[in-house]
């Protein structure tokens, strides 16, 4: 049962256009969620997160915004720029008790940036 | 330097075979982890730990073992590699609540 969907595997934009991926998740003890960015023959790196008790976020071209009702988030990269090409991974944390939060990830989107 | 550090960056094996990966960080967390990625799959948790005397199973431990040699270390085995454990492999490290720093990955081929 997957508690992190990314439904969209691929994701193509024009370059200097918005970048929109999206994410759901089913487990409403989740309380942090952060982005991760991808690229080939390298290690995931930590882009944004936000709280539950916020409802966006803010970093430069890159903003995430949640809402808890739909249990959806979505981060927005504006403009985007060829170097954005990579793939994106969510991320949901949880408190799992015994001092310990736990990160689930989404399958990830692969996003291309056409120059 | 990079901050966590793994090797090896590629391995191949055969069946049956006992194989470790490696990892090392110098950003001086506390915790470490394990996970594996599969095309289409995402990464999923193998082993974690929160410090040098505790070690906790993830979602997909069964095949797999770890040791916590020190804060800054953390391996992990193949007892018995199969080919089903064919995969990229990621280390992490985190110092507080949430956010987890990886390394580069190691790829891992089972022949």
């Known amino acids: 049962d997957q508690q992190v969907k990314q439904n969209s595997p691929s994701l193509s934009v024009q370059e200097g256009r918005i970048s929109i991926l999206n994410c759901d998740y089913t487990?409403?003890?989740?309380?942090?969620f952060l982005w991760y960015k991808k690229y080939p023959a390298e290690g995931p790196t930590f882009l944004i997160s936000?709280?539950?008790?916020?409802d966006k976020n803010e970093d430069g071209r890159f903003t995430v915004f949640l809402n808890k009702s739909a249990k959806h988030l979505s981060l927005h990269i504006v403009p985007s720029q060829p170097g954005d090409s990579a793939v994106y991974f969510c991320?949901?944390?949880?408190?799992?008790?015994?001092?310990?939060?736990?990160?689930?990830f989404g399958k990830g989107t692969k996003l291309s940036v056409i120059p | 330097d990079a901050d966590v550090t793994q090797t090896p960056r590629n391995r191949i094996t055969k069946t049956g075979k006992r194989i470790m990966l490696e990892c090392s960080q110098t950003?001086?967390?506390?915790?470490m982890y394990w996970y594996r990625q599969d095309p289409g799959l995402g990464l999923r948790l193998i082993y974690y730990?929160?410090?040098?005397?505790?070690?906790n199973k993830g979602e997909i431990s069964d095949g797999y073992s770890v040791s916590r040699q020190a804060q800054a270390k953390f391996s992990l085995s193949l007892e018995s590699a199969i080919p089903n454990q064919t995969a990229l492999y990621f280390c992490?490290?985190?110092?507080?609540?949430?956010?987890?720093?990886f390394g580069p990955g190691t790829r891992l081929l089972v022949l």
């Open positions: 992490a490290t985190s110092g507080g609540f949430t956010t987890q720093y």
């Open positions: 730990s929160f410090d040098v005397k505790d070690i």
């Open positions: 950003k001086g967390h506390d915790r």
């Open positions: 936000i709280s539950s008790i916020k």
């Open positions: 487990n409403s003890m989740f309380d942090y």
């Open positions: 991320a949901a944390s949880a408190w799992s008790g015994a001092g310990s939060y736990q990160l689930t």
